[in-house]
């Protein structure tokens, strides 16, 4: 008998595939492993209390879950403080930490790298004491995401279309940056706070991301001629926009590009915010910190 015990938690409405199949998956492939087991469905309302008591009390070493980012975010926030490992078999329309941590898409290869990866830990941060594993926006791209979470249909096609939309009713937003003893203003379309390095479906928004290096990588695109804007983004998410030094850049660069443990965003004309592609309540002002070493994910070797 395995000295694991896994909870496998099904998010039974996140991305397009059908869970009847994943879930007779899961049960063949872990009573192969002569692993015990239990499935549950995610809760809604993220309320996790009665299943960490069950995790403490019934010794379960791993919690792995089965849907999407937001489904990985609300997870993870729960459940971090407990002494277990986390699993992702992904299953949500962009997939984004998965795709950073070099988990595999398939259910198949995903199921069977936690029965033989290795669990890293992972930062994550903090926005107004919300919550963020993976990459938090303010402006356009949360706007995409607002609007998205109203869609009945899911998947990258309706999130494609959604941003196509945007684009063009898109416009910038006034911010003040706050650094350590540095601060500036600028005009922008979005800005990205990213611990990994994309938003999903590869595509990379901080080139330069780890998920542990105690550091958030910023990524503000700055008011631009609407006809240049995407191609500025393209050749970032090729990783050819490199790491800036703000006083040198910032004037010139249509993408500033930084890293730092902590900031503070002045949220002037009151953007919209997402927090791991999951419209969250805008605010005037948002503080942002890093959680260092905030859980473990199970990873390839």
Known sequence: MS?????????????????DGIRKLLERETKAQGIPYLIESTNPDGDYDLLADRILLEK???????????????VTSALRRLPVRFGIIPLGSGNGL???????????????????????KID???????????????????QVAHDFATKATRGLMMYTQQSILNYFKAHPYQFEIILDNFSFFSDAFFIS?????????????????????????????????????????LKHIRGNNKLHQLVEDMAHKNILYFQ?????????????????GEPRETAESFKIEILKDCFELIQPV
């Open 193 to 233: 706070i990213a611990n990994s390095n994309q938003f999903g479906n590869n595509f990379t928004i901080a080139p330069q991301a780890s998920l542990n290096d105690g550091l958030l990588d910023i990524v503000i695109v700055q008011k631009m001629h609407k006809a240049k804007l995407p191609f500025a983004m």
């Open 98 to 120: 998965a795709r950073a941590a070099g988990i595999p898409s398939k259910p198949q290869q995903s199921l069977a790298l936690i029965f033989t990866g290795t669990s890293k």
């Open 3 to 19: 000295d694991r015990k896994i909870i496998y938690l099904i998010n039974p409405i996140s991305g397009t595939a059908k869970k």
């Open 60 to 74: 379960y070493t791993d919690v792995v879950m089965i849907g999407g980012d937001g489904t990985v975010n609300q």
């Open 260 to 276: 730092t443990s902590a900031l503070t965003i002045k949220n002037l004309k009151h953007a919209p915010l997402h927090i791991d």
């Open 124 to 142: 994550a941060f903090l926005i107004n004491e919300q919550y963020s594993c993976m990459l938090s926006g303010i402006g356009f791209d949360a």
